[in-house]
């Protein structure tokens, strides 16, 4: 996901030298922006917590859904690590490979 950068202190903080959006008076694409992309992953949380997990709501945990969502992330990707892991390396053992 993007950074979201609306005020200009943001866009400093992390050493861009673009215009904020405040400074453009404007904001990102409704449908396809970084915030409409938290909307919709925070919506999708929402009903799987409290629509489709079964038994008592007392004993659910949201984390768990966090768990199971974060794993579904890169579900039907091929991701490439083209000059990232050596090829003498085991792969599986390497850093970006565990987080993929």
Known sequence: MERYHFFRSNCSQFGFTCDSL???????SEPEGALANVLDLLKRIH??????LGGNLIY??????????RKEVLKGCKVVFS???PSKVQAD???PWKMA
């Open 83 to 85: 000059r990232i892991i």
């Open 47 to 52: 009903k799987i917590f409290f629509y489709e």
């Open 60 to 69: 659910r945990d949201v984390r768990q859904v966090l768990k199971t969502v």
């Open 93 to 95: 053992n390497h850093h």
């Open 22 to 28: 405040s400074e453009l008076k404007s904001d990102e």
